[in-house]
Structure formats: C-alpha cells, structure tokens
C-alpha cells in the first residue's frame, strides 16, 4: 500500500485533501482511483489508512478509515553528523542512514570540507535533502521523518551533541586512544537512549580536529584496514550500531 507523508493531519472531520506534488503522484504516476487505499503518516509516529474518495484535476479527497500500528523505532535514536562533501555523496547517505533509522543529520564545515569555498549547501539544496529523508521515510514504513540541521561548524556540532549524546567519531587512523567500532558499541550497551555518530568528509577529519573531539568526551573510533568512502562509513556505521543494539530483526 502506497504511503504519503502529509502534515498537519487533522483527523476531526475524517477527511483529508492532497495536493501539490502528492495529488500529481497519485494521479498521474501512481494512477490510484477513487476507491484504492493509501496510508497517510504525520511524520510525528502517527499513521492512518485512508481511502480515495474523488480524484479531481488538482486534489485528491480522501477519508480516513483507521489508525495504523507503525513500524517500531529503533531503540537508540541515532544524530549524524556529516562532513560536507559533493552533493551525491551526501544524499546517499541521507537516503541510507534515513531508510535505516536516523533521527536527525547535522551537515557540519570542517577543514577539508569539499563543495567549494564555504563549502555550505544553498536552501535549495537542504530541501531537496528534507525530500530525500521524507521519501526515504515513505518508503522504508517509518512514521517518523528525520530532520535535516542547518550546517555549523564541526566543534559546534560537536558541542551540542555532547549535552545529551554518546558521541563516537570515525576516525581512520588507528592510534592508542582510539577503539574498534565493535568494542565502543559494546561500551555504550546502557546508554540505547541518543547516540551521536560523526563521519568526516572525503578527506577525512584532520589529527587537530580528531584530537579536539577526543578532548570533549567522544571516542575515537576506527573501522578497521579498508578505506571507505564517506558515504559509505555513515551506512556502515548505522548497519553496525542497529546489529549490536538488536534492531535487526532480532
């Protein structure tokens, strides 16, 4: 059943109108008719299945039929945060990491940020990020959207993590201070409430930077002799985490 992301769900009068881009998909793409049921989610945990009332040249009107149990959350809200890299590069992660559980991303400008001279991603380009955490929402079944952060600086970020969160940093040098990901996921077994996770860019985080980090309280982790791409240490790391806390199906 297709599912719809659709805000300020006011379930008073059972009866819900979709437009914009969400009444072109049904209509023209999906070609749904008056009659087929569509799920329609909040993006704050709540879901309902709804069925398509009219089909009309810019609306669609749906009524609600029932509440929906959705899908559990995994046990351990996961922040990530993202070294600036090229476009693809972070979207993919976003797309994955979203799919996978994330609550929230924390684009961050570090010293070997890539993406131009600041480095910061354009308004347009932030929302077109916030889409891609919502489509990957509607189609993995999560009731909740993750949030998408205003860029910062690394430190900042950093500092602001470490108010509440286990913060692990990804580092790829292998040092005395730092841990196997395997051995700092284990330690953090009764803490399942928030965990800050950061990923470097393509760069990779600068040994001032690692060092600064470590100082704050986060840990320094590697993940082991391969050397991954950005992009791919974020899905990597977020796979990892939902195994070792039990949110794979077991």
């Not at 972070?90 to 993406?115: D, T, W, Y």
């Not at 932030?126 to 009731?143: F, H, Q, V, Y």
């Not at 791919?232 to 199906?249: P, Q």
């Amino acid at each position: 059943m297709h599912r719809f992301y659709v805000t300020d769900i006011d379930t008073a009068g059972q009866t819900i109108s979709l437009k914009g881009s969400i009444a072109r998909q049904i209509k023209n793409v999906l070609r749904i008719e008056a009659g087929e049921r569509v799920r329609l989610f909040n993006g704050a945990g709540d879901e309902w299945e709804a069925e398509i009332s009219r089909v009309g040249k810019n609306k669609i009107s749906t009524t609600l039929i029932s509440t929906v149990k959705t899908i559990p959350e995994p046990s351990t809200k996961i922040t990530m945060i993202l070294g600036l890299a090229r476009p693809e590069r972070i979207e993919l992660a976003i797309q994955k990491c979203s799919e996978l559980g994330a609550v929230k991303f924390i684009p961050v400008i570090s010293e070997r940020v890539q993406g131009g001279n600041s480095g910061s991603p354009s308004l347009q380009r932030l929302k077109r990020w916030e889409r891609i955490a919502i489509e990957s929402a509607e189609l993995s079944g999560r009731a909740i959207i993750p949030s998408i952060a205003q860029p910062i600086s690394l430190m900042e970020a950093i500092n602001q993590a470490q108010i509440k969160r286990n913060v692990l940093c990804m580092w790829e040098e292998n040092t005395d201070g730092s841990k196997s990901l395997k051995t700092a996921l284990k330690s953090l077994k009764n803490h399942p409430d928030g965990l800050t996770v950061i990923i470097g860019p393509p760069g990779g985080l600068s040994q001032k930077e690692a060092l600064s980090i470590q100082k704050t309280g986060a840990q320094l982790v590697n993940l082991g002799p391969r050397v991954l791409r950005s992009e791919t240490a974020a899905i990597t790391v977020m796979s990892a985490i939902l195994y070792e806390m039990g949110d794979l199906g077991g």
